[in-house]
Nanobody
Framework: QVQLVESGGGSVQAGGSLRLSCVLS????????MGWFRQAPGKEREFVSG????????YYGDSVKGRFTISRDNAKSTVYLQITRLTPADTAFYYC????????????????WGQGTQVTVSS
């Protein structure tokens, strides 16, 4: 059974930082690209970042480029999202996902999803 479990969310003030983690079980982690998406109330799920199987190729959504960094530890079956210089616009549920595609910026191209972790940024 495939399972993705996110952690690391919380409430922070604008300008702060958080590190999100996501552990994948039930699949061979290093065979999958990983992604992060986010969804705010009343809005569609938005692509945040993606990483290929090795972590050697990463890509970002325009709204987070330069502030967020994705990385992965294949030995721990874990993908991370370091988020910095947070603003209230970053408030959302953050989800990790897996995909067999090298690049996948839309949710329908991803296979499995975690339950999400809430990030709340106050001004």
């Amino acid at each position: 059974q495939v399972q993705l479990v996110e952690s690391g969310g919380g409430s922070v003030q604008a300008g702060g930082s958080l590190r999100l983690s996501c552990v994948l079980s039930g699949r061979t982690f290093n065979r999958y690209s990983m992604g992060w998406f986010r969804q705010a109330p009343g809005k569609e799920r938005e692509f945040v970042s993606g990483s290929n199987w090795s972590g050697g190729s990463t890509y970002y959504g325009d709204s987070v480029k330069g502030r967020f960094t994705i990385s992965r530890d294949n030995a721990k079956s874990t993908v991370y999202l370091q988020i910095t210089r947070l603003t209230p616009a970053d408030t959302a549920f953050y989800y990790c996902s897996d995909t067999q595609r090298a690049v996948a910026r839309t949710p329908e191209l991803h296979d499995s999803w975690g339950q999400g972790t809430q990030v709340t940024v106050s001004s």
